[in-house]
């Protein structure tokens, strides 16, 4: 008698590692550009070992494990922003991967044990998405929840915000338009299909709904935010707290928070700091913010080739941060506007990358400025762009430690 237990068994390693490439490298499960190999992974060995419990014949079946460890799933692939298709998808190349490294064993066996090996793997697989989706669901609409919880939040100060400036106003409204008439539309839909009598809650119309209506919310409060971050600095009410900051550990950890934007890319993310010095006085958080919003704009608009940055000492009261990359470029008649609010550069019908809100770099230019730094750019067409920072070294004695301006 074929024991497809022990088999299953000492290829979990094997179906594991195929599975992650196989998913990995599917172009219809775009999250995972993203992600590691172990946040991948997940709990899948242990879905596979309650599995093979579940096969053999002599063992007690391990149904406990495998449904934990499904919840698990569920909610992981909430968390990282999985839509409900990628987590279907996962589960039917894991089906694939598993009858094709165990195909030889199969077949091996009599008709009535690859009947049997065949119904229970069918079986397991099914049962591990269906409680994967209902993890799924319970953890999206906690995000929801808390998605709407943040727009409350924010609704009061967005409010001064628009009453203090004019005039930004038609353009901040443009802008809020398009996410909020989808929030509106699907979650109407979401509600009506989700109070029909005999309606599937966690069907995959409404899990798209939800996901939809995240996405929006998601960009809606980016905007908020951002928004909320230009009025604080032009109202004067933005605070920075200058310490003495570790330079190279800190780029290094804003380096770690982007990389992954680098997956999926032919991109070569290069760091240079062996020039840099060793400690400055600044403010470590909107360095840090400065930073991020330089490194991912240079990826998020860079298909292949390489974003490069460099830090170096350049007098005995400056240092300078140059971030460059061989994208697509700003056209020179952008340049001149680029750091001002709402602005993107266009590149024919590449222009506007669909996650951007054309805050980005003029928040830069105001943190800069906060600082006491300046920043330049140096861009053509097809070649890439330049960003160059400089800040200073070290306070100066009219420039107090605490600044609220």
Known sequence: MTDFSEILRQKIKLITENWVEA????????????????????????????????????????VKTLVDVSLEHGILRSEQGFEPSEIAREYR??????????????????????????????????????????????????????????????????????????????????????????????????LRQHR???????????????????QSGRQLLRLINDSLEISRYE?????????????TPLIRSVVEMVKPLTYGKALDLQIDCDRAPQQVATDPLRLQQVLTN????????????????????????????????????????????????????????????????????AIVDRLVKLLNGRIYLASQLDQGSTFTVILPLTLSETQPHSDES
């Open 235 to 247: 109202s004067g009410t933005m605070k920075s707290q200058f310490i003495d900051t570790e330079v």
């Open 23 to 62: 998913v990995r490298q599917d172009s219809e499960i775009t999250t995972t550009q993203e992600l590691t190999y172990e946040s991948i992974r997940n709990s899948l060995p242990k879905v596979l070992e309650a599995m093979a419990t579940i096969l053999s014949q002599s063992e007690v079946n391990d």
């Open 294 to 361: 330089l490194l991912s704009n240079a990826i998020r608009y860079t298909k292949q080739g390489t974003v490069q940055l460099t830090c170096q000492v350049i007098s005995e009261q400056e240092w300078t941060i140059i971030i460059s990359d061989s994208g697509m470029g700003i056209a020179p008649e952008d340049q001149q506007a680029i750091f001002q609010p709402y602005i993107r550069g266009q590149v024919g019908d590449r222009a506007n990358v669909a996650d951007s809100t054309g805050l980005g770099l």
């Open 93 to 190: 190349i894991l089906r694939s991967v598993l009858f094709s490294i165990l195909e030889t064993d199969l077949v091996a066996g009599s008709p009535t044990e690859l009947l049997r090996a065949v119904r229970l793997i069918d079986t397991v697989i099914d049962e591990a998405i269906a409680r994967c989706f209902d993890s799924y669901t319970q953890g999206r609409l906690r995000e929801l929840e808390q998605l709407q919880s943040e727009l409350k939040l924010t609704n009061q100060e967005l409010t001064r915000l628009v009453r203090a400036n004019q005039s930004n106003l038609a353009e901040l409204a443009h802008e809020l338009k398009t996410p909020l008439t989808s929030i509106i539309g699907y979650s109407d839909l979401f």
């Open 196 to 214: 029909q009598e005999g309606s599937t809650r966690d069907s995959m119309p409404n899990l798209e709904n939800i996901e939809r209506v995240l």
